[in-house]
């Protein structure tokens, strides 16, 4: 009997450690092709006593780093539009990175891109702004116009809904190094709406953690991305792979005064083409005052 004992040791080890390597194959081909699949809506009530009456339960339809050609393809961008817009949105924001500086984009891949969101529907603008990855694709400016999407890099419109009481919607362009000053990049929003005293204004913006590089508290609702949430989580421990500027804020909300700051998990992958407990989604804020 004690001559076997060792074998005995060996083959439980054995079994051991091929589970171990079953459960680890596994768990990489669920974080690589079933996680990356479908697509969440995540709805949030939003109420905020500053929003105009005349946009009461206004929605706002919130999309962001779809990183096109890493996991997502057209069928899957066919199905964000369709998903977007069955929910009638007033308002689409996509927070950046619609590209991804790893891929070489074909004529056909953008012409597929352009076609696609050029698809999406809402009663009061359809707008994007310039995130890191964007940044490094000169196709970039070519395909937000031909896709009939408002580019608010750095800029704003003065949105009115029946009456002369209007909500603002501003733009922050990516902060990568070389894409200017980031305080200088809401100044012209803020010096207009200091001059029109709008009482509800909205900002997207890309990168979370330049919001403590102004004064956000112009604004009562922050719109950003690239941190994925973390595009990798785990149980009781959150996100375990955060890119640069996502390293304070990065979870889905946050409260920064009298501004709610939302964060989305976005639709694609970046750097690696995996999710874990953190599916593609979008986000959908219906407003209201009372």
């Known amino acids: 009997m004690e001559e076997k004992t060792p074998k005995r040791k060996l083959r439980l080890w054995l079994k051991i450690v091929i589970t171990l390597i079953l459960v680890g194959i596994t768990t990489l081909l669920y974080a690589r092709f079933i996680a990356t699949s479908g697509l969440i809506t995540k709805e949030y009530l ?30 899957d961008l066919k199905q964000i539009v369709a998903r977007i817009n069955e929910t009638k949105p007033d308002i ?13 984009y074909t004529d056909k891949d953008l012409a597929i891109i ?8 809402a009663t009061m603008g359809k707008y994007i702004i310039m995130g890191n990855h964007d940044h490094t694709q000169e196709a970039y400016l070519e395909v937000v116009s031909h896709s009939g999407l408002t580019n608010l890099d750095d800029s704003y419109e003065i949105l009115y809904n029946g009456d002369n009481n209007p909500i603002l919607i501003a733009g922050m362009s990516t902060g990568e190094e070389g894409n200017g000053v980031i305080s200088e990049k809401v100044e012209d929003a803020i010096k207009k709406i200091k001059e029109i005293k709008t009482s509800y204004n909205i900002l997207i913006m890309h990168e979370p953690d330049y919001v403590d590089d ?21 149980p009781f421990i959150g996100a375990i792979i955060l890119p640069p500027h996502a390293q304070k804020y990065y979870d889905n909300y946050y409260n920064l005064g009298n501004t709610d ?17 953190n599916k593609p989604s979008f986000n959908l804020y219906r407003i209201v005052n009372h």
């Not at 706002?60 to 393809?73: E, K, L």
């Not at 352009?114 to 529907?121: D, N, R, V």
């Not at 004064?215 to 989580?233: E, M």
């Open 261 to 277: 700051f939302y964060i989305s998990s976005g639709v694609g992958t970046s750097t690696i083409r995996f999710r874990f407990f």
């Open 214 to 234: 102004f004064d956000s508290s112009y604004f009562q609702l922050i719109l950003a991305g690239h941190s994925h949430n973390g595009q990798v989580r785990l």
């Open 46 to 75: 939003i109420t905020n006593k500053n929003l105009p009456d005349s946009f009461y339960g206004l929605k706002v339809a919130h999309v962001s780093d779809i990183h096109y050609g890493q996991t997502t393809d057209q069928k």
């Open 114 to 121: 352009e076609e696609e969101l050029s698809k999406l529907q």
């Open 92 to 104: 689409i924001v996509i927070t950046g990175d619609l590209l991804d500086r790893d891929i070489l």
